[in-house]
């Protein structure tokens, strides 16, 4: 079945330092969502990537989808402590189940001030 | 938050109780979701609904029994359960449901499970 890996597990950097997760696919997706859990939360939707190779810009976030549409990046430029959290990339398959989100493990982002 | 709630928050239940989560959302959506969220593991799906008819089931043991009653609400019955059943459970909703696409969803703020 469809498998998405997610790297790093975990990663802790100083306010003001960039961070990166990315996100893998043994398959090709119909598109990738990304979201972010904040400890003790529950998983809030961030952005949608849906085209081969697009490029999505919330701000300090940049997310990217790769050509082959089976990887997938989150960026974000100067942490800030509010964006301590765990990000999950979530893939939907190609080929009749594309509702179905496989998630990725997440990385735990942590800033320290 | 409040567009989608679950109750109870917490809940800790022997394997032989009976116990059920509820789960409401009241932004208007068409279809709702369980995933389990267990440390170290990616978030599975369980089931969908769409305009309560379950439109999947991902290889979920028969200990876990789904009810859809309506669009706005959704319920998980729980019995015979093992400590291995021990995660969060997780309701969401989307705007509509389409095999052939995935739209965002909405999360509750789950249910912790702890089965002793």
């Known amino acids: 079945g469809q498998q998405v890996m997610q790297i790093p597990q975990y990663q802790h950097v100083q306010e003001g330092e960039d961070f990166t997760t990315y996100c893998n696919s043994s398959?090709?997706?119909?598109?990738i969502q990304w979201y972010k859990q904040r400890p003790g939360g529950h998983p809030v939707f961030l952005i949608q990537l849906v085209k081969s190779g697009e490029v999505k810009k919330q701000k300090r976030l940049t997310f990217q989808f790769g050509e082959a549409k089976k990887n997938s990046s989150l960026h974000i430029t100067a942490t800030q402590t509010t964006d301590v959290g765990t990000y999950f990339c979530?893939?939907?398959?190609?080929?009749?189940?594309?509702?179905?989100?496989?998630f990725g493990k997440g990385t735990l982002l942590t800033v320290n001030p | 938050e409040t567009g989608v709630t679950q109750t109870p928050r917490h809940l800790v239940m022997g394997m032989t109780n009976k116990k059920s989560l509820k789960c409401e959302q009241h932004l208007g959506h068409n279809a709702m979701y369980w995933y389990k969220q267990s440390a170290k593991k990616p978030l599975e799906l369980m089931f969908v609904?769409?305009?309560?008819?379950?439109?999947e089931n991902n290889s979920v043991p028969s200990r876990f029994s789904p009810e859809c009653p309506n669009s706005s609400h959704l319920f998980l019955h729980l019995h015979t359960l093992q400590p291995e059943d021990s995660a969060l459970y997780l309701c969401?909703?989307?705007?509509?449901?389409?095999?052939?696409?995935?739209?965002?969803?909405?999360f509750g703020p789950g249910t912790r499970l702890t089965v002793t």
């Open positions: 609904y769409s305009l309560e008819e379950r439109v």
């Open positions: 979530a893939g939907a398959g190609s080929g009749g189940s594309n509702y179905k989100l496989t």
């Open positions: 969401a909703s989307s705007q509509q449901f389409l095999a052939e696409t995935s739209y965002e969803q909405y």
């Open positions: 398959t090709t997706l119909s598109n």
